[in-house]
């Protein structure tokens, strides 16, 4: 069983080299992300997504500069060695070239170990990791998508004899076509189910959690009650922030929306200031990234059901809140979904930016101001200079059915079992 990986890393780049970096960016991408020179990502076979950002200098909540820095992050099937040994083996220098336009660089002529080290020293864990295509490799996406096409065609050239036959009969030749045919000798044998010992790991960690929730519930429940309180009164004195927003910024950030199925959206914000806050929301993204693998397992995301993956991460020493997420449809959709689907949930997470529509106990108000929100998101999106998707024409829901319609060639089914799996081809 597949698990995966968000590895992120965010530098600052060396002073006067943002122009050429930004130039070679380009160059990647005009040159196609996938088969380029530079970094060949259609090669990297454990990277689902990934993605290069230079975030503008700018100034933080208290006024204080960050320089400019570029952003590189990947989702990817863990282990974490072989993804990296493969990047390195791949496009080492290509990113080589690359950061050697960052701070804290080696030095001299490409050397694989000291990218490698490199890369490990200045990588970031994600606050938050949401996975909502979870268990499932590059490969297996891609496979089961060649999978469900091949039924497909197949169902399309005999649909008069399919027709007039019973399901199982259908189910059957469908099950003899897929093992003669040697392209699709993957799906001969299912895909194997989580060990005995991982779930017992993996749900005796919530379990403990939980306990633990309920023996402590006597503090938590005063102790939550005064921090509210106190969130409370910070929220009423807060002043709300001004969104700096232009109609080429977002003509600029609706044109790169290419895509047919997948988007991505990245977004920068600054955590307001103080103490309360800063702790409120580490708590709150810790806690739901411990959580978000038992709640959002089904591919939703707050019940949102297109983000494959989603990451929130707190840098540049807390004062900086970024947001990367690779997601089905057009961002118009995506962030009315956030409005009309998760305002609650979301909000929680957001609020702590400022320029965020004003919230009360960090759920109510937020999102559900939707042209507030709206001009807080577009403000907040910037540019995604290179953006990779392994799998571009998968959606989320065909992840989910595609597997469905590959364990449906396995085991035995009534004659009503076999017509609802023949519906979902």
Same mark, same amino acid.
């Given at each position: 069983?597949?698990?995966?990986?968000?590895?992120?890393?965010?530098?600052?780049?060396?002073?006067?080299?943002?122009?050429?970096?930004?130039?070679?960016?380009?160059?990647?991408?005009?040159?196609?992300?996938?088969?380029?020179?530079?970094?060949?990502?259609?090669?990297?076979?454990?990277?689902?997504?990934?993605?290069?950002?230079?975030?503008?200098?700018?100034? /933080?909540?208290?006024?204080?500069? =960050?320089?400019? &820095?570029? @952003?590189? %992050? $990947?989702?990817?099937?863990?282990?974490?060695?072989? !993804?990296?040994?493969?990047?390195?083996?791949?496009?080492?220098?290509?990113?080589?070239?690359?950061?050697?336009?960052?701070?804290?660089?080696?030095?001299?002529?490409?050397?694989?170990?000291?990218?490698?080290?490199?890369?490990?020293?200045?990588?970031?864990?994600?606050?938050?990791?949401?996975?909502?295509?979870?268990?499932?490799?590059?490969?297996?996406?891609?496979?089961?998508?060649?999978?469900?096409?091949?039924?497909?065609?197949?169902? /399309?050239?005999?649909?008069?004899? =399919?027709?007039? &036959?019973? @399901?199982? %009969? $259908?189910?059957?030749?469908?099950?003899?076509?897929? !093992?003669?045919?040697?392209?699709?000798?993957?799906?001969?044998?299912?895909?194997?189910?989580?060990?005995?010992?991982?779930?017992?790991?993996?749900?005796?960690?919530?379990?403990?959690?939980?306990?633990?929730?309920?023996?402590?519930?006597?503090?938590?429940?005063?102790?939550?009650?005064?921090?509210?309180?106190?969130?409370?009164?910070?929220?009423?004195?807060?002043?709300?922030?001004?969104?700096?927003?232009?109609?080429?910024?977002?003509?600029?950030?609706?044109?790169?929306?290419?895509?047919?199925?997948? @988007?991505?959206?990245?977004?920068?914000?600054?955590?307001?200031?103080?103490?309360?806050?800063?702790?409120?929301?580490?708590?709150?993204?810790?806690?739901?990234?411990?959580?978000?693998?038992?709640?959002?397992?089904?591919?939703?995301?707050?019940?949102?059901?297109?983000?494959?993956?989603?990451?929130?991460?707190?840098?540049?020493?807390?004062?900086?809140?970024?947001?990367?997420?690779?997601?089905?449809?057009?961002?118009?959709?995506?962030?009315?979904?956030?409005?009309?689907?998760?305002?609650?949930?979301?909000?929680?997470?957001?609020?702590?930016?400022?320029?965020?529509?004003?919230?009360?106990?960090?759920?109510?108000?937020?999102?559900?101001?939707?042209?507030?929100?709206?001009?807080?998101?577009?403000?907040?999106?910037?540019?995604?200079?290179?953006?990779?998707?392994?799998?571009?024409?998968?959606?989320?829901?065909?992840?989910?059915?595609?597997?469905?319609?590959?364990?449906?060639?396995?085991?035995?089914?009534?004659?009503?079992?076999?017509?609802?799996?023949?519906?979902?081809?």
């Amino acid at each position: 069983m597949t698990q995966h990986g968000a590895y992120s890393i965010v530098v600052d780049i060396k002073s006067g080299m943002q122009q050429p970096l930004y130039d070679l960016l380009q160059k990647i991408d005009d040159s196609g992300v996938e088969d380029n020179d530079i970094i060949p990502f259609k090669k990297i076979t454990t990277i689902h997504f990934a993605r290069f950002v230079i975030l503008d200098a700018c100034k /933080d909540a208290y006024g204080k500069d =960050i320089p400019a &820095q570029l @952003a590189f %992050t $990947t989702n990817y099937d863990l282990p974490l060695n072989n !993804h990296m040994q493969q990047m390195i083996s791949v496009a080492g220098r290509g990113l080589w070239q690359i950061f050697s336009m960052c701070e804290k660089f080696p030095q001299g002529a490409y050397n694989a170990s000291m990218l490698e080290l490199y890369l490990q020293n200045q990588s970031l864990e994600a606050d938050t990791f949401y996975v909502g295509v979870g268990y499932r490799s590059v490969q297996q996406i891609h496979e089961e998508h060649v999978l469900r096409n091949a039924i497909n065609d197949f169902a /399309d050239r005999n649909r008069q004899s =399919i027709q007039q &036959q019973p @399901a199982n %009969t $259908t189910r059957q030749q469908i099950i003899d076509y897929v !093992h003669s045919n040697a392209d699709l000798a993957f799906a001969r044998t299912p895909v194997p189910n989580a060990s005995e010992k991982w779930n017992v790991s993996f749900y005796g960690k919530l379990i403990g959690l939980a306990i633990l929730f309920i023996v402590l519930l006597p503090i938590i429940i005063p102790f939550v009650i005064v921090w509210m309180l106190i969130v409370l009164s910070i929220e009423i004195r807060e002043k709300q922030v001004p969104n700096d927003l232009t109609k080429d910024h977002i003509r600029e950030l609706v044109n790169r929306e290419t895509q047919l199925v997948q @988007a991505q959206f990245s977004a920068l914000g600054n955590v307001k200031p103080g103490k309360v806050r800063l702790a409120t929301m580490m708590f709150l993204l810790r806690m739901t990234n411990f959580l978000a693998p038992y709640l959002f397992s089904k591919g939703k995301l707050s019940g949102i059901p297109t983000v494959h993956f989603a990451r929130w991460l707190i840098i540049n020493e807390g004062r900086q809140m970024l947001f990367l997420s690779n997601y089905d449809g057009n961002s118009e959709n995506y962030l009315r979904d956030f409005i009309h689907i998760a305002a609650k949930q979301l909000t929680l997470m957001f609020c702590h930016t400022e320029g965020y529509p004003k919230t009360r106990l960090m759920m109510f108000g937020g999102a559900k101001d939707a042209e507030g929100f709206m001009e807080w998101a577009r403000a907040k999106q910037i540019i995604t200079n290179v953006w990779y998707s392994a799998n571009k024409e998968v959606s989320v829901d065909n992840v989910y059915s595609n597997s469905k319609i590959r364990n449906g060639l396995y085991g035995t089914m009534s004659e009503t079992e076999a017509s609802e799996w023949l519906r979902s081809i």
